[in-house]
């Protein structure tokens, strides 16, 4: 059964609702009637949301990955596959009920991710191809990360995609302030502990992020913008 979209975008994503109210007056408009309306155009269209679909490859493996849409449309061709710790913006519009084939170059393994009903908003549509615990087989992780209307901050989706056989502790990603040595010891640094598999709303500006503060890697995080801080790891490859 392939997997999909399901609960997770409607934990992430924000919905709205049209309320219409009718307002009554004392006034009659005796020049309106039957007929003299032109039907031929409607005055409603349907809600156009934009909508970008975000692939990030997480499963170890040497072989890169190629993507096919409802078994005919190659979203990647055999020289753009998707190296493992890679991201990449995918063209097309996705629907409800689209099925997007994953696998590996010259391994037989393989998964189908159906898509299931989309967020009515502006949104990142997310999807992590990992391993699957105890398993060469592909799965997935989906998110609905919301386009940021009118915020200041940068938004992080924060994955642990490591299986958990080869990681059964729980850790979470450090994230601080990016303090010069110089001013280390008059400058306060501000701490988060961030839980994995979560979006976050964080202020524009430059961190340390690391894990139990090892391999510490600076980033700098521009306002209004997406990330995604994959950690990664498993069959030889070192978690990162």
Known sequence: MPAHWGATFALLATSATLSVEAAATSQHFKHLRPGSLDNSHSFISSMHYDQKFLVCNAYPSHNAISILKNGADALTSDADSLPFRDCRYLQGDLKKGDELEFALADVDSHGTFKVGDLPA??????????????????????????????????????????????????????????????????????????????????????????????????????GQQNYVLLRTGSNGFETS
């Open 121 to 222: 908003n502006d949104a990142i549509l997310l999807v992590v191809v990992e391993k699957r615990p105890k398993s060469p087989m592909v799965a997935f992780q989906s998110y609905a990360i919301p386009t940021p209307q009118g915020h200041k901050e940068a938004q992080i989706a924060v994955i642990d995609a490591v299986p958990k056989e080869d990681d059964p502790e729980s850790v979470k990603l450090l994230l601080e302030d990016h303090v010069d040595p110089k001013e280390a010891q008059t400058v306060a640094k501000r701490i988060e502990h961030l839980s994995y598999n979560r979006v976050y709303s964080v202020e524009e500006g430059s961190y340390d992020a690391s894990i139990m503060k090892n391999s510490t890697k600076a980033i700098n995080l521009v």
